[in-house]
């Protein structure tokens, strides 16, 4: 199927549910960006600040960018003018940073917490305990220039699907627990990140509101990007 046929069947399946659709277009050329938003994708996900910063220059100005693997600090500052929203989160040393740049250009950073819900050996998320620690930190209440919109996090990556449904259940329950204690009267948070090519389906019916799906839109990647490599 085409880049074209592969949007319109994702989105007609999808949005049914409410679900919005994150294109990952990670080592993808413009012309295949191109293809996907002439069939009406807005929403980009990449995970290499350089590629993205060269994409966003030639791209149409309407596209939403996420940022979707691991972010360092000293890199928020080339994306900080134009990001949509930062989907991996795991410090609040990086919000600080995020925060600094936000005021800079004089606008409000989205961002995504990324926890680590996978039964896998990675440097990247922050565990339970974490997240609460972050969000009942002095320091974080005083950021007035970065909002969390929500979670975001990764399966592992096993054919269990059992297991997969485990960790997205685990992910909403702590949603659903941290929109209760931090966030009730905030409608911007809202959103939960979960869910690619391999584990989508099953993500959608734990209660993801955002998929981020590179391979079932554009084909393999011939540079096989890690899922969460250090950008
Ligand atoms: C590459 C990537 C995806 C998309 O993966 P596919 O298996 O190609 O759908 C999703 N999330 C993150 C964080 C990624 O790095």
Redesign the pocket.
Known sequence: MSITDNIKSLKNEIEVADVKL?A?S?TKPNEDILEAYAAGQRIF?E?QVQEMVEKHEHLPKDIEWHL??HLQSNKVKYIAPFISLI??VDSLKLLVEINKQAIKHNRVIDCLLQIYIADEETKFGLGFDEAIELLEAQEFTELQNVRIVGL?G?ASNVENPKQIKEEFYELKTLFDGIKLSYFRKEDSFKELSMG???D?KSAIEQGATLV???????G??VIP?????EN
């Open positions: 994150v990952v990670k996900g995970n979707v693997g989907h991996g975001m990764i690619m090519s391999a989508y981020r799906i590179g391979s079932d839109i554009f393999k990647r990007h890690l899922k969460n490599e």
